[in-house]
């Protein structure tokens, strides 16, 4: 058992300097990342600098100094970053790199740091590569100043050069204003999984030491650490008195938790990794589930209604005439949760907005990232309808879910007024 421990910490020692020391050697191939140059080393079809109106971006270290109703906040690394008035061309690069030389066949990550600037009507970003639009659309977090990590990862082809386009889909000139920071491209040396992770611990620690004759300083110091954690539990295998003793009368020490997490389905189930359901629209077989979920919807707002209500509302998801629709959350064939949404006129726009009338997700899949998904995909529903807005409503008590809407839209304010006739 020992022996096992010791080799595990062995492990853990070689993979620690082998990512920290060797895993992130691939060069960032973007001239000026960080804007500490200013507005050199990239392009943009926006207007640089000049007075502050939709569709300009300047660098600074302040955005309050540009305009007044943005907030003062640090960049998220280094001492300046992009700030960006939104226009309302979803065409124009709101940033491009330089053409830079790749090699074919190879598997090279994008990525950058970018935060809202005004809380109405957050960026809606594409990432565009070579002309092809690459990953989903990023709608920033409406809170100002929280940085959001975004990461994306393109296979060269046949192509022995790449031009990286930033472009922002949104075009409501009320909002729309954010700021980018520590724009990275390079060749990925390491899987995926394992070159977000190092990204994001490297990241998160002490982002404004620079770096010594070419070393990353703050992956160094991560690096000491884990080594120093990997020999301490390798000189307590060899050193702990009576672990093995402890082990075969029985006691759970370390060597059973490992054999336990093979053994017990319950356990290893608990272990998994978090993945997100899968978001489909409803079919006609669903509609078991589906009552059970709207009952529990209904419950929860102590609400009943007449039978025929529901037999209607049925009905109208599988009607192409009618603008109500459906979508669920599915895990391995149960339903986790539902969204009804809606597409109606308005008088303050052209197009149809987006009315997400109901939202509900089953208690026991409460807190994985349910009910987030469910809204996520009526964004995108939204968007292929050409929708430029999505609303709900929800009851001022709702506290718990209002958490996760503060998170992904803005509280514009209104009052709802309501008489029953």
């Known amino acids: 058992m020992k022996l096992r421990i010791l080799t595990i910490s062995l492990v853990v020692v070689v993979l620690v300097v082998f990512v920290f020391l060797v895993g992130e050697t691939s060069q960032n191939l973007l001239s000026n990342p960080g804007f500490e140059e200013g507005t050199t080393g990239f392009f943009s079809d926006y207007q640089i600098g000049g007075p502050e109106s939709f569709g300009t971006?300047?660098?600074g270290s302040d955005p309050n100094q540009f305009n007044g109703g943005w907030p003062s906040m640090p960049?998220?690394?280094g001492a300046y970053m992009l700030l960006v008035d939104g226009g309302d061309d979803p065409s124009l690069a709101v940033w491009k790199s330089q053409k830079l030389n790749v090699v074919p066949?190879?598997?090279y990550f994008f990525s950058f740091a970018a935060s809202s600037l005004f809380q109405p009507s957050p960026a809606d970003l594409q990432v565009i590569i070579n002309g092809q639009t690459i990953g989903r659309d990023i709608v920033l977090r409406p809170s100002v100043g929280a940085w959001t990590q975004v990461y994306v990862y393109w296979k060269s082809g046949s192509a022995s050069t790449a031009t990286i386009s930033l472009v922002d889909r949104n075009t409501d000139p009320w909002g729309n204003d954010f700021?980018?920071?520590?724009?990275?491209?390079?060749?990925?040396?390491?899987p995926v999984s394992w070159e977000i992770w190092l990204l994001d611990a490297k990241r998160g620690l002490w982002r404004d030491v620079g770096g010594?004759?070419?070393?990353?300083v703050e992956g160094v110091l991560l690096g000491i650490v884990l080594t120093a954690l990997g020999v301490w539990l390798g000189y307590w295998a060899l050193t702990s008195a009576g672990f093995g003793a402890?082990?075969?009368?029985?006691t759970a020490g370390f060597g059973d938790g490992l054999v336990s997490l093979q053994q017990d389905d319950q356990t290893a189930r608990a272990f998994k990794f978090r993945?997100?359901?899968?978001?489909?629209?409803?079919?006609?077989?669903?509609r078991v589930q589906w009552d059970s979920l709207w009952q529990g919807y209904l419950t929860f707002y102590k609400t009943e209604l007449p039978a025929a209500v529901?037999?209607?509302l049925w009905g109208r998801f599988f009607n192409p005439a009618e603008p109500v629709n459906c979508l669920v959350a599915e895990e391995d064939g149960k339903l986790l949760g539902l969204v009804h949404y809606i597409f109606h006129r308005n008088t303050w726009e052209v197009e149809d907005v987006c009315y997400l009338e109901d939202l509900f997700t089953a208690p026991e899949a409460r807190g994985k990232g349910v009910g987030r998904a469910l809204i996520e995909a009526v964004y995108e529903k939204a968007r292929q309808a050409k929708s430029k807005r999505v609303y709900w409503m929800t009851h001022e008590t709702n506290k718990q879910a209002m958490i996760l809407y503060d998170q992904v839209a803005d509280k514009p304010g209104f009052v709802q007024y309501r008489k029953y006739l």
């Open 105 to 107: 066949d190879s598997t």
């Open 275 to 286: 993945t997100r359901p899968m978001i489909r629209e409803i079919q006609p077989t669903d």
């Open 57 to 59: 971006i300047r660098v």
């Open 310 to 312: 529901t037999e209607v």
């Open 75 to 77: 960049p998220f690394s």
């Open 179 to 190: 700021a980018l920071d520590d724009l990275n491209f390079a060749a990925s040396v390491l």
């Open 246 to 250: 402890r082990a075969n009368s029985g």
């Open 212 to 216: 010594i004759s070419g070393i990353d």
